[in-house]
């Protein structure tokens, strides 16, 4: 059964980081794509990062472009997100997810690309 779990989160001040990270267990996932998504109260779930199979190209959010960097490291099958100088509408529940298919960089954007799912984690910007 794979599973997908979130830490790093919390609250912290305008200005300041935190780095997320994603542990992914059960099956490993070398040669698949991963994203991070988030999700603000009231609102629909959006797109913030995303890294592809290879880890070679990586693709963004324009409103987190340059603050957030979203990086792999296979060995320990896991995904992050650094996120610095982060301001009050950051905030929001961030999921990682997986695409389960392997070899495949399209539609990185776009929530039904992804199979797999974290249950999220709250990261909270006050100002």
Sequence with gaps: QVQLVESGGGLVQAGGSLRLSCAISGRTFTKNAMGWFRQAPGKERDFVAA??????TTYYADSVKGRFTISRDNAKNTVYLQM??????????????VDGQSYSDSNLRYETKYDYWGQGIQVTVSS
Excluded: Q
């Design 84 to 97: 610095n100088s982060l301001k009050p509408e950051d905030t929001a529940v961030y999921y990682c997810a």
């Design 51 to 56: 890294i592809s199979w290879s880890g070679s």
